[in-house]
C-alpha cells in the first residue's frame, strides 16, 4: 500500500502545482522532493527498501531515465506521446511507436504502476528501477510538450529565443524556465525553490 500512496501523492502534487513546469533535471528533482514531504510512514520506508543504495534520496535519482536514455534507447519513446496536431489524447491511436503498441508514456505509467503493486509479493520485476522510471514519467507526463504534436516533435523544432539565447520551444519548457527563475529568484538555490513551491501548493489546497 506504501508505494500506491507514493503514487497518489506524485500525481496529486503535479496536479496542485501552481504553473506547468517544463522538467529538465532540475524540475524532476523537485517533483520528487516535494512529492517525499507528503509521504506516508509506510510509504516513506517502502520507497527507502527501494532506492538505489548509494542514493540520498528519491528526488537524487529522479533524473536517472534521462541520464541512461543512451545506453537504454528502448527507453527515450516512453517519455512522451504525441498526437496527431489535435489537443486531445486517444490511447489507441496515439499510444505506439513504429507500430509497437502500449509505447508511450501513459502506458509507461501503468505498467510501472503495476510492477510496484507486486511490492513485497514477487520478486519478479526490479522494482528499484520500476520506482525511479514511474516518479521520472509522473513529471514528465505534465511537461506540456511531453504530450504534444507528432508533427513538431512535441515543440522540438519550433526555433524560438529565450532572451538571448537561441533555443526550441520544447527546450524552454523543459529547462530555460525553471533555470531564470531558479536564479533570478531563489539565487540559484534549488532545494529553496522546491520549498517555495511546495508553500505554494500547501497554501492552494487550503483555499
Known sequence: ???IIFVS???CVL???PTSNGWGPEGHYMVCKIAET????NARKAVGDLLPKDAIDLASVCSWPDEIRKQQKWSTMLHFVNTPGVCNF???RD?????????CVVAAIKNYTEQLETYQHSPTYNLTEALMFLAHFVGDIHQPLHCGFAADYGGNIIPVNWYDVKTNLHRVWDDNM?????IDSFFGDLNTMAEELNMEINSQASV
Open 1 to 3: 500500500m506504501g508505494l
Open 9 to 11: 501523492v506524485l500525481l
Open 15 to 17: 496536479a496542485s502545482a
Open 38 to 41: 507528503y509521504l506516508t510512514s
Open 90 to 92: 486517444d490511447y489507441n
Open 95 to 103: 499510444c505506439h511507436y513504429n507500430g509497437i503498441k502500449d509505447f
Open 178 to 182: 525553471i533555470l531564470t527563475r531558479m
